[in-house]
T-cell receptor, first 115, second 112 residues
Framework: DSGVTQTPKHLITATGQRVTLRCSPR?????VYWYQQSLDQGLQFLIQ???????AKGNILERFSAQQFPDLHSELNLSSLELGDSALYFC??????????????FGPGTRLTVL | AQSVTQLGSHVSVSEGALVLLRCNYS??????LFWYVQYPNQGLQLLLK??????LVKGINGFEAEFKKSETSFHLTKPSAHMSDAAEYFC??????????FGAGTILRVKS
């Protein structure tokens, strides 16, 4: 158990809908990262937040957005869903104390299925 | 641009045999390198990481990896495979900031 929690574990929805994925980092971790894992794209970095502020962006679609709240939990919002958005979405957290040096701990993931 | 190539999407070994999973990277800066393992229906677990210092890195579950700058490689090894090692293994390199770029993954099968 990494200490990173993600809810829900599974999500099934229809095209065009909007969903919110939630992540609680390990106690004391300031950085949160979102990754998408799909069969065709593999594991891809989406976005990073550090202490409430966006720190880095990867291959995140404009239909997707994220935020980190004062209690450090994070939410990933996916809207206008398409079939191709079906994937496993991981959240990771790190202490964020020394950039590049700290370890990312991954949550169990949320499996999103878009029908 | 930094990237990671894992040679072999599937590797099959017999129980007790040597495990060798290959990873090559490209990086314009000194790399920080990682190996993660993903068991079925679970998240990623860090096996080991290389940042600076000793090039032979020991991780959990008896795995180790050696950073070879001249070969731009960071291969993962374990002397004796166990059935419980069957999983998917990902090599990753850190980009600026702290985001990771992952390889495509290697599925390890352990035969009894």
């Amino acid at each position: 158990d990494s200490g990173v929690t993600q809810t829900p574990k599974h999500l099934i929805t229809a095209t065009g809908q909007r969903v919110t994925l939630r992540c609680s980092p390990r106690s004391g971790d300031l950085s949160v990262y979102w990754y998408q894992q799909s069969l065709d794209q593999g594991l891809q970095f989406l976005i990073q937040y550090y202490n409430g502020e966006e720190r880095a962006k990867g291959n995140i679609l404009e239909r997707f957005s994220a935020q980190q709240f004062p209690d450090l939990h994070s939410e990933l919002n996916l809207s206008s869903l398409e079939l191709g958005d079906s994937a496993l979405y991981f959240c990771a957290s790190s202490a964020g104390l020394v950039e590049g040096m700290d370890t990312q701990y991954f949550g169990p993931g949320t499996r999103l299925t878009v029908l | 641009a930094q990237s990671v190539t894992q040679l072999g999407s599937h590797v099959s070994v017999s129980e007790g045999a040597l495990v060798l999973l290959r990873c090559n990277y490209s990086s314009s800066v000194p790399p920080y390198l990682f190996w993660y393992v993903q068991y079925p229906n679970q998240g990623l677990q860090l096996l080991l990481k290389y940042t600076t210092g000793a090039t032979l890195v020991k991780g959990i579950n008896g795995f180790e990896a050696e950073f070879k700058k001249s070969e731009t490689s960071f291969h993962l090894t374990k002397p004796s495979a166990h059935m419980s090692d069957a999983a998917e293994y990902f090599c990753a390199v850190r980009l600026y900031g702290n985001k990771l770029v992952f390889g495509a993954g290697t599925i390890l099968r352990v035969k009894s």
